[in-house]
Nanobody, 114 residues
Framework: VQLQASGGGLVQPGGSLKLSCVAS????????MAWYRQAPGKQRELVAS???????IYADSVKGRFTISRDNAKNTMYLQMNSLKEEDTAVYYC?????????WGQGTLVTVSS
């Protein structure tokens, strides 16, 4: 499975960005896709995940601000990020899990700064 993330960039505090992650290759229909992030000097952390059945999980720090979604027909996952804060600055990685395997995309940088 190959993952291609896009949509990162520079945004002011309070602004919005939408990330996308396209999965390709041998994709089993039952899977979980997720966004993780890693800020400088910090460990990678889960931001949000969504199962192929649509069940979502969010980190407490992004609840009410971020929305994860997916289009199974396009094998694409999205992360709508609103009310961005400086502490959201990080490299965002997409992750795909299925049949005991985990795959990572290359990451996209999100910088929140005035």
């Amino acid at each position: 499975v190959q993952l291609q993330a896009s949509g990162g960039g520079l945004v002011q505090p309070g602004g919005s960005l939408k990330l996308s992650c396209v999965a390709s290759g041998s994709i089993f229909s039952r899977n979980i896709m997720a966004w993780y992030r890693q800020a400088p000097g910090k460990q990678r952390e889960l931001v949000a995940s969504i199962s192929s059945g649509g069940i979502t999980i969010y980190a407490d720090s992004v609840k009410g601000r971020f929305t994860i979604s997916r289009d199974n027909a396009k094998n694409t996952m999205y992360l709508q990020m609103n009310s961005l804060k400086e502490e959201d600055t990080a490299v965002y990685y997409c992750n795909f899990q299925s049949i005991g395997h985990s795959y990572w995309g290359q990451g996209t940088l999100v910088t929140v700064s005035s």
